[in-house]
């Protein structure tokens, strides 16, 4: 089992990574004596892993509740599900909430514990390859809103977190391919070893070879965790892991989340964000095809559909909430694993880049 602190002082935790922790005794399930658990769980993944959590909170007084799997069930619907289940249970405020599922699962479990008499703890077990290596380290939860996405939400750090690596042998491959992207995203901003590493490690990668996959999620998590703990509430660096997401977003909201999973989109962004960080010569000639070599190797889309207009995704970006006050603040790079915030491109350049990733294959 390997191990990775997030540092923040009172509210720093642990993040325990390996294969076969589900349905063994672990600190991670240390709970108070005679307090209350709430599993909080979904459809697709409760039937494959939630006796075993179960099992490992023997003698806790655990309940569980089951939610549609899916991110158009990401709403405040749910919440009052989560908050109506907890009244129903007589949780009180040493009762914890354990999150068991991919991203959409642990940011409704966490907001829930984060509202829920102002603040209970939580435990997040997460499943998906996006969740275990972004999603469920930094304390961000929350619901969507019909008129955006996570807007409504709070930080709530977890009191742990437990990566069993085995959970990822029954994740679809799309799936899988889509929790890449955040990896390589977390490795173009601040670690050109790591960049390296994967080019090295792709084929064990796609093979999930378990040592391989646990010292990547290890490496991602490490990374991540050194930005929460530089800036926990996103008021500088933590901005960076937005690379490829601006970009993203807009893609994501003119094809109403269905036609791309959220890493597909992010492969994509981070590819015009690499061009237009070539074109404007902050970075070096070659790391875009680079870049692009290693998300294709991970089966994930680099080129922007041709049936979107590349000015109506500047339009759609220009309404993302991380656009300050209207100009464009995009993260670029200035070389393998160094990126920026960057605020003085200008729309021309911005729309070229578009295009330029629309002929990408
Ligand atoms: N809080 C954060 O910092 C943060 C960061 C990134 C993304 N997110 C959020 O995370 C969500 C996306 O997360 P996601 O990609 O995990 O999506 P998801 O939670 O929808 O999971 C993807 C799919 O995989 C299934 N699944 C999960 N684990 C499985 C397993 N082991 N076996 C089989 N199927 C499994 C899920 O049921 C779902 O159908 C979005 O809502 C996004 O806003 C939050
Ligand atoms: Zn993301």
Redesign the pocket.
Known sequence: MQTVNVDLAERSYTVYIGSGLLGKEHSAFDVADGSTVLIVS????AP??LDLLTRSLAGVNVHSLILP???SF?TVGRWTQIIDKLIDIRATRDATIFTL???????MG?FAAASYMRGIDFVQI??????QV?????????F?HPAG??LIGAFHQPTAVLVDTD??????AR?FS??LA?VVKIAAIRDAGFLDWLEANNTAIMARESLVISSMIKRSIANKADVVAEDEREAGVRAL?NFGHTFAHALETMTDYHRF???EAVSIGMMVAARLSETRRFCCAGFSDRLGALLQSFQLPLGVPADLDSADILETMKLDKKVISGSARLILIRAAGEGFIDSTSEESQIIAAIKASQTES
């Not at 997460?126 to 969740?131: C, D, F, G, K, N």
């Not at 972004?134 to 929350?142: I, L, P, Q």
């Not at 959970?167 to 679809?172: F, K």
Request: hydrophobic residues 30%; proline residues 4%.
């Open positions: 979904n459809e697709t993944v494959l892993y799997d899916g991110e990401k599922g991919g991203g959409v699962i642990g940011d966490g997460p499943t998906s390859l996006l969740a972004d999603a469920s380290v930094g304390g961000k939860t929350g969507n996405k996570n959970t990822l042998e029954t994740l679809p799936e889509a929790g955040e892991l999973l959220h890493g």
